[in-house]
């Protein structure tokens, strides 16, 4: 079975600084691996998604991830974070036809 | 526009009472899916269907259980609400095997006292 691990629970940072959150998934073939956010009191939202091609991915809101193979990882960047970016952030990889697995969540807050 | 809702919204219930939550999503997706959201455990899977008539156990299905009668619906239901199921309870659906995203509805807050 697939596993997801972030690595950090809470990340603060300060507003307009660069922000990394940290996923590694459990070595497999065709790894699909998503990152999604939830805002306060929301569903989850898709940010980016890696299924193929460039390593590098981009999303929404000025989020980018990058697909390392070799360390099994999948970390979320932003070079410069605002307060509206504050939410929790989760790491998923697929697992059998449809299904995702995802990791415990990190809350990122940024402050002023 | 198309959507998926989850009622009620937040719910109290008591030990020992069956409690249904109900998921609409007017996508017209395949699968759909039942999540609970815990401190420290992210979102873990509980039950999940890829069409109508199939449902299936995902990875905390004990005490729970879903009915797949048409494309749109997907109920939760507890049989015996228990304490442990105090929780989110998230929503979601996906369309196809190209894209693997999942759509999920705005969660149930259930307090089981």
């Known amino acids: 079975a697939q596993s997801v691990t972030q690595l950090d629970s809470q990340v603060p940072v300060f507003e307009e600084a660069p922000v990394e959150l940290r996923c590694n998934y459990s070595s497999s073939v065709s790894v699909y691996l998503f990152w999604y956010v939830q805002y306060p009191n929301q569903g989850l939202q898709l940010l980016l998604k890696?299924?193929?091609?460039?390593?590098l991915v981009k999303g929404i809101n000025g989020f980018e991830a990058e697909f390392n193979k070799s360390q099994t990882s999948f970390h979320l960047r932003k070079p410069s974070v605002h307060i509206s970016d504050t939410a929790e952030y989760f790491c998923?990889?697929?697992?059998?036809?449809?299904?995702?697995?995802f990791g415990q969540g990190t809350r990122l807050t940024i402050n002023p | 526009d198309a959507e998926i809702t989850q009622s009620p919204r937040h719910k109290i219930t008591e030990t020992g009472r069956q409690v249904t939550l109900a998921c609409h999503q007017t996508w017209n997706h395949n699968n759909m899916f039942w999540y609970r959201q815990d401190l420290g455990h992210g979102l873990r899977l509980i039950h999940y269907?890829?069409?109508?008539?199939?449902?299936n156990k995902g990875e905390v299905s004990d005490g729970y259980s879903v009915s797949r009668s048409n494309t749109e619906d997907l109920p939760l239901t507890l049989e015996s609400a228990a304490s442990s199921q105090t929780s989110v309870y998230f929503c979601a659906s996906s369309w196809d095997s190209t894209t693997y995203e999942q759509y999920f509805g705005p969660g149930t807050r259930l307090t089981v006292t």
């Open positions: 890696y299924l193929s091609g460039s390593t």
């Open positions: 998923a990889v697929r697992e059998g036809a449809q299904k995702l697995v």
């Open positions: 269907s890829y069409g109508v008539q199939d449902t």
